[in-house]
């Protein structure tokens, strides 16, 4: 019923950047709210762990590892959050998967959703 669709993953050398985006939408056509976006990855070998994440009034957190390089941002109209990032390096290679808690009717309680994943590969 609820889609989140990536975009922008790709291969770029380090000290690269890149933009992901990440849209959220629903059969019915409306969302009714969303709580939280953000962004979590997953490298070869690790676990997923959390990049960025934006809550509904515009606070926003970072993992340390990607502090003062990374920008995470939204869209609330178009439902859709963005993840800046900047001064890339190779240990930030990894598949970067889009994160919704949100209400997809007024009616519903709040549920997670997961985007399929957009890789980036950093070269060095």
């Known amino acids: 019923q609820v889609q989140l669709v990536e975009s922008g993953g790709g291969l770029v050398q380090a000290g690269g950047s890149l933009r992901l985006s990440c849209a959220a939408s629903a059969a019915s056509g409306n969302i009714f709210s969303i709580n939280a976006m953000g962004w979590y990855r997953q490298g070869p070998g690790k676990r997923r762990e959390l990049v960025a994440g934006i809550f509904s009034g515009g606070s926003t957190n970072y993992a340390d590892s990607v502090k003062g390089r990374f920008t995470i941002s939204r869209n609330n109209t178009k439902n859709t959050v963005y993840l800046q990032m900047n001064s890339l390096k190779p240990e930030d290679t990894a598949v970067y998967y889009c994160?919704?808690?949100?209400?997809?009717?007024?009616?519903?309680?709040?549920?997670?959703?997961w985007g399929q994943g957009t890789q980036v590969t950093v070269s060095s």
């Open positions: 994160n919704a808690d949100l209400r997809a009717n007024w009616y519903d309680s709040v549920q997670t959703y």
